[in-house]
């Protein structure tokens, strides 16, 4: 059970990632890239 969860976690990280990337190195500076920037739903952030 808790690896599923570690592997959510992970792939929530990862999918931000690649959102944060894909917006444009702009965007990714601005969310303060390398790095997941906590929002509004988000419980887990590196």
């Known amino acids: 059970m808790l690896v ?3 592997v959510l ?3 929530v990280a990862v999918a931000a990632a690649v959102a944060a990337v894909a ?3 702009g965007t990714a ?3 303060g890239w390398p790095g997941i920037p ?3 739903g988000t419980v ?3």
């Open 29 to 31: 500076r601005r969310l």
């Open 23 to 25: 917006a444009g190195p």
């Open 4 to 6: 599923l969860v570690l």
């Open 44 to 46: 887990f952030w590196f």
């Open 38 to 40: 906590p929002s509004k």
């Open 9 to 11: 976690v992970l792939v």
